[in-house]
């Protein structure tokens, strides 16, 4: 029972957008205000072996945001995995990184972190860690708040701020 709970969170993993940076000046701060839709492509399953229903899962997902500050929309790309022991619900996490890519083709790179706080809901963090394009060199950092709408498929709350040199 516990397996199958956690196997139905853990697939509607998610992904959260960005800002664009279209004009920015070095050294400002921008706030990211974003939210969308993101649909889990790939998971695979792995079993621990040390305790019952202790497992790791490896996942892809995509998806579509529309940013509240600047009106952009854009696609982006999460990889990661989460480890997940029924036994120790407070071990519980996900880890991992994703690819915001905007209609330049220019890319934005983060890595997350987060944590189940109620069924169907995980909470993290997440740095935004290098860029290529109008993105280089580009950092900053905030949170989100994921629900899952459905086993693969989730709506994504994202705030923070970004800074480009």
């Not at 697939?11 to 205000?33: C, H, M, N, P």
């Not at 999460?78 to 619900?89: A, Q, S, T």
Request: no cysteine; glycine share 14%.
């Amino acid at each position: 029972m516990y397996r199958k709970t956690f196997i139905v969170l853990a697939l509607f993993i998610f992904v959260f957008g960005f800002t664009t940076l279209d004009g920015a000046i070095a050294g400002e701060k921008r706030q990211i205000k974003s939210h969308g839709a993101s649909y889990t492509t790939t998971v695979n399953q792995i079993e621990v072996g040390d305790e019952e229903g202790h497992i790791i899962l490896i996942f892809e997902n995509h998806a579509i945001y529309f940013n509240e500050i600047s009106g952009d929309k854009f696609a982006d790309r999460g990889v990661g995995f989460m480890d997940i022991n029924p036994n120790k619900p407070a071990e519980i996490y996900m880890t991992g990184h994703g690819i915001h890519t905007d209609k330049d083709g220019d890319k934005m790179i983060r890595s997350f972190k987060g944590k189940p706080v109620s069924k169907g809901q995980w909470k993290g963090v997440y740095t935004i860690t290098g860029g290529t394009g109008k993105f280089e060199g580009v950092s900053g950092g905030g949170t989100f708040n994921s629900y899952m709408l459905t086993p693969k498929q989730s709506y994504v709350e994202v705030e923070g701020e970004m800074e480009m040199p």
